[in-house]
């Protein structure tokens, strides 16, 4: 069950959203000031918040920073001012969305459907990057990028770099190597070859002398990210 916090202090807004937020299988947590937001969000977790903008001992926007610097969830604002230097603020802080009271609670709903499926999206796409110093594997696209220019490599090349950065900072063997990779026609990859190839690599990562990727002589490579 996804789990949303609710800061806001005005109780006819609290019953009424809470029970249609139940009613759509939310649990909803409830925080009537910064302090409690505050204190609830370095406690405990959530899939997202909503903030009203005025609160009794301050505004929306100080636990928006809070929540931005701590997790990666998105923020609805709530707010009843709607100037455009209030919706520009709270967008520049990082919020994903608004709504100004009064509001629909279907369309709020929608709205917060919609950032979650964003948010899920966002989510997928980062668990299949793969990041080491200036380097990112985009294994959904079987993309290399160098300081964000992309780098052409063969399948095998992508396969075997591919390999070691999933293992960074740890000894990849060249039989574990060599017994994983295949070249294109199916063919086993043998010992000469494997050098070859990471050699490859290395001049088009321009990492000539081995930084990126070390040899441990007589056994194998480390990709270092440290």
Known sequence: MLKILLVEDNETIIMGLKYSLEQEKFEVEIAKNVVTAQAKIKKEEFNLCLLDITLPDGDGFEVCNLVKNKTNIPVIFLTARDEETNVVKGLDMGADDYVIKPFR????????RSVLRRYETNTDKEQNQIKCKDIVIDDNLAKVYK????IIFTSLEYKILLLLLKNKNILVTRENLLDKIWDIAGNFVNDNTLTVYIKRIREKLDDKDGKIIQTVRG???RVVDE
């Open 147 to 150: 300081n964000g220019r992309e």
């Open 219 to 221: 056994i194998g490579y």
């Open 105 to 112: 609670t279907r369309e709020l709903i929608s709205r917060i």
